[in-house]
């Protein structure tokens, strides 16, 4: 089992910034890609960014490139997702994930809500 706990959501301004956190913990997490997807009412949750632990085979969806970055920690056990130039479709739950398949993850986290408005 692996266990994810995101943290660092909130209520910013178009074109802010904000870095969610997602801490993570159980056996042989190191083997696995460690990824960001986000969900919006009504819509189906979509990937966002990924990274193998070892720090390689780094992705993002297209909307976020140039804007977000992944990134980890491997002392604190930790995943960023650093957001930059936020716009208003970007609000969504952000759910950490970790799994072999970037795309469908076998574990999530809890979430944590980014809402970008004026």
């Known amino acids: 089992q692996v266990q994810l706990v995101e943290s660092g959501g909130g209520l910013v301004q178009p074109g802010d910034s904000l870095t969610l956190s997602c801490v993570v913990s159980?056996?042989?997490?190191?083997?696995?890609?460690m990824g960001w997807s986000r969900q919006t009412p009504g819509k189906e949750r979509e990937f966002v960014a990924a990274m193998h632990w070892s720090g390689g085979n780094i992705f993002y969806r297209e909307s976020v490139k140039g804007r977000f970055t992944i990134s980890r920690d491997n002392a604190k056990n930790t995943v960023y997702l650093q957001m930059t130039s936020l716009k208003p479709e970007d609000t969504a739950v952000y759910y950490c994930?970790?799994?072999?398949?970037?795309?469908?993850?076998?574990?999530w986290g809890q979430g944590t809500q980014v809402t970008v408005s004026s």
């Open positions: 994930t970790a799994g072999f398949d970037r795309f469908k993850p076998d574990y």
């Open positions: 159980g056996r042989t997490f190191t083997y696995y890609t």
